[in-house]
Structure formats: structure tokens, C-alpha cells
């Protein structure tokens, strides 16, 4: 699972993690190279319109669906709080595109607060069985959620005070 595989590959490591330094974020998304290693995928290109230092929305959807369902379009939504914040999409042949975003709050107390409310919210879409919006979650861990169509594509994990969220689109392969 590419998300997956992204996610851990993200996660802070050193002196810096282990004295609990606040992380900058861009020190925290890979280069399209690494995901390209870690996906096993060739050919990927960084897309400089997503390339974004506060998340972005797609409330285009938001009449459609309910509130709770918001934090699967909108990086504003699911990244509540965070700053700084960082956010990648690399591209590929066969429509593939992975996005890496990090936000950091002011807390690791804080980042598991904003991933349990997005977990409960996104359960709570998930449970109202809205119509072309058909998902799952799954609590991975206490500090992992998965968002779950066809295939888990989009992972959220907390490291200290990080929130990290990659999806992976169009890698049925992995």
C-alpha cells in the first residue's frame, strides 16, 4: 500500500525527534525521488500548483455533503490548527498522483486531538452511508487512521507534534 509505505517513510527521526523538537514540515515530505523508491513507482513529477504551505479546500462539495464528511476534500478541514503546515502532490502516467501533507501543532496532545477528531468525523460520514461517498475507517493504531475505498489510500498519523496525511491514487498495484 503506497500510502502506507509513504506515511512511515515521513515520519520524523534523529536528535531533532528524539528531543522533541517541533518539526518543520518540509523536513518531514519526501522528495518525488524517495516516493518514487518507496511506491516502487517511476516517472513521478512534482505538480508546483500543489505545492502548498497551508492547506487548501475543495468546498465546492460542501452543500453536497455533510459537514462531517468535509475533512475528505479539504486539507483546511482535516489539518485544522496546523502551522506550519506543508503540503506535495507528485504525478504520474496512468492518472497516479501522490499527496504528502504535514502540519504541525503546537502540541503532540494537539496533533492526536485533531487526528481523533478527524477520525470521528470521517467515521461518522462513513456510518451514514451518503450517497456516492462510500468509505470505511479503520483505527489502525492510537496514533494511525485509514480512509478506506476500494483500497486504503489515504493514511493519517501523528508523530509528536505532526499530523502527516498521504494519499495514494491509482496505485491498485501496491
Not at 33 to 53: C, F, K, N, W, Y
Not at 148 to 173: D, E, K, M, N
Amino acid at each position: 500500500m503506497a500510502a502506507a509505505a509513504v506515511v512511515s517513510a515521513c515520519l520524523p527521526v534523529g536528535p531533532a525527534a528524539a528531543a522533541g523538537a517541533a518539526p518543520n514540515p518540509d523536513v518531514l515530505v519526501l522528495s518525488v525521488e524517495d516516493v518514487g523508491a518507496v511506491a516502487g513507482a517511476t516517472g513521478l513529477v512534482s505538480d508546483p500548483a500543489r505545492d502548498l504551505h497551508r492547506p487548501g479546500g475543495n468546498h465546492q462539495y460542501d452543500a453536497q455533503y455533510p459537514a462531517e464528511c468535509q475533512g475528505i476534500f479539504n486539507q483546511d478541514v482535516a489539518f485544522s490548527g496546523a502551522a506550519p503546515f506543508r503540503s506535495v502532490t507528485y504525478t504520474g502516467a496512468a492518472n497516479r498522483a501522490l499527496t504528502q501533507a504535514v502540519g504541525v501543532y503546537p502540541s503532540g496532545i494537539d496533533a492526536k486531538a485533531a487526528l481523533q477528531t478527524l477520525g470521528t468525523n470521517l467515521l461518522a460520514c462513513s456510518n451514514d452511508n451518503v450517497a456516492n461517498l462510500s468509505f470505511s475507517v479503520q483505527v489502525l493504531d492510537p496514533t494511525t487512521v485509514a480512509v478506506c475505498f476500494s483500497q486504503c489510500s489515504t493514511i493519517y498519523r501523528t508523530s509528536g507534534p505532526a499530523l502527516i496525511g498521504v494519499t495514494a491514487v491509482s496505485y491498485t498495484h501496491l
